[in-house]
C-alpha cells in the first residue's frame, strides 16, 4: 500500500509543479479538507492555487511511512523539502496525507502540512 499511495502522492506533487489543475482536481476527493499553516482549504482552494500556474519548482520526498488504517485506507506521513515557484531558498514541512479507495479509485481525502520549524512543542 505504502508504494500505491506515494506514487499518487507525488502525482500530487507533479501536479503543482506542472500546474496541472485537471490533474490535481482528479486525486483529490470532492470533501477534501486541508489543515495548513494559513488555515482550512477544501479541493476548490487547493485545485485554484494552479489558475496561476506551477506552484512548486522542486521537491524530495523523504522519510517516508504509512499507517493503513483500513483495507482501503491510509495515512501517509513524510518530510517534503521543496521550493516554491519564483524563489530561491527550499522549505521544509512533514506531511500527513489519508487516502481513501472509494469506488475502486485511490483518492486523497485530507491532507496536514507542518512547516519544520525546530521550535519545542509544549
Known amino acids: 500500500m505504502q ?20 490533474a490535481d482536481d482528479a486525486l483529490l476527493a470532492d470533501d477534501f479538507i486541508g489543515v495548513y499553516p494559513d488555515g482550512f482549504a477544501g479541493k476548490d482552494a487547493h485545485v485554484g492555487q494552479l489558475d496561476r500556474g506551477s506552484t ?44 481513501e479507495c472509494r469506488d475502486g479509485a485511490w483518492i486523497n481525502t485530507f491532507s496536514q502540512d507542518t512547516p519544520l520549524s525546530g521550535a519545542n512543542v509544549p
Open 56 to 99: 512548486v519548482a522542486g521537491y524530495r520526498l523523504s522519510e517516508v511511512q504509512l499507517r493503513q488504517t483500513s483495507g482501503v485506507s491510509g495515512l501517509l506521513i513524510y518530510r517534503a523539502d521543496y521550493l516554491r515557484a519564483g524563489r530561491e531558498i527550499w522549505e521544509v514541512m512533514l506531511v500527513s496525507s489519508l487516502w
Open 3 to 22: 508504494t500505491r499511495l506515494l506514487d499518487l502522492e507525488t502525482r500530487v506533487w507533479e501536479a503543482l509543479v506542472s500546474g496541472d489543475s485537471g
